[in-house]
């Protein structure tokens, strides 16, 4: 065990987080911190980074799979679950990523679709508001996802 070793590995944790791959992630990362833990100790300060961004990837995981299990919910028609679904995963979005994230921005896009499915208009656009707010002030207006999502509401109205 070799501290060149783990920086490879945390090198390679950082190549799967950019490609949105967060098991292959947290697998390199929990690679790392086993050597950084034999060679620097629990408490070395690096150690406690690479511990504290793990946990991040395993919360970020469990926001991502509580989303993609309303969508589940909504495809089957299941309606008033999915908006069940989709507000809880907002909170954990909410407390991991923060009211200003691009996910949490698609999580309000996701919770918009359902009320406008159910005819729940005005609170679906409301929805989309937010989400678009979010993105304006995440990225900007010039930037291309916002312009898109600036062209999905309006078909909203």
């Given at each position: 065990?070799?501290?060149?070793?783990?920086?490879?590995?945390?090198?390679?944790?950082?190549?799967?987080?950019?490609?949105?791959?967060?098991e292959d992630a947290t697998n390199a990362y929990a690679?790392?911190?086993?050597?950084?833990?034999?060679?620097?100790?629990?408490?070395?300060?690096?150690?406690?980074?690479?511990?504290?961004?793990?946990?991040?990837?395993?919360?970020?995981?469990?926001?991502?799979a509580m989303n993609e299990h309303a969508l589940a919910?909504?495809?089957?028609?299941?309606?008033?679950?999915?908006?069940?679904?989709?507000?809880?995963?907002?909170?954990?979005?909410?407390?991991?990523?923060?009211?200003?994230?691009?996910?949490?921005?698609?999580?309000?896009?996701?919770?918009s679709a359902v009320q406008v499915e159910q005819g729940?208009?005005?609170?679906?656009?409301?929805?989309?508001?937010?989400?678009?707010?979010?993105?304006?002030?995440?990225?900007?207006?010039?930037?291309?996802?916002?312009?898109?999502?600036?062209?999905?509401?309006?078909?909203?109205?």
């Amino acid at each position: 065990m070799h501290p060149s070793t783990a920086e490879a590995y945390e090198n390679l944790a950082q190549a799967h987080v950019n490609e949105d791959k967060t098991e292959d992630a947290t697998n390199a990362y929990a690679k790392a911190i086993n050597i950084h833990k034999t060679v620097l100790g629990n408490g070395h300060p690096h150690t406690k980074e690479l511990m504290n961004i793990l946990h991040i990837l395993k919360c970020e995981k469990t926001a991502k799979a509580m989303n993609e299990h309303a969508l589940a919910v909504k495809a089957k028609g299941d309606l008033e679950k999915a908006l069940q679904l989709f507000q809880e995963a907002l909170d954990v979005s909410k407390k991991i990523f923060g009211d200003v994230h691009p996910r949490t921005a698609a999580v309000y896009e996701n919770i918009s679709a359902v009320q406008v499915e159910q005819g729940l208009l005005k609170d679906g656009i409301a929805a989309s508001a937010e989400a678009l707010k979010i993105r304006r002030r995440a990225h900007g207006d010039d930037h291309t996802d916002t312009k898109r999502r600036i062209w999905k509401r309006m078909d909203l109205c």
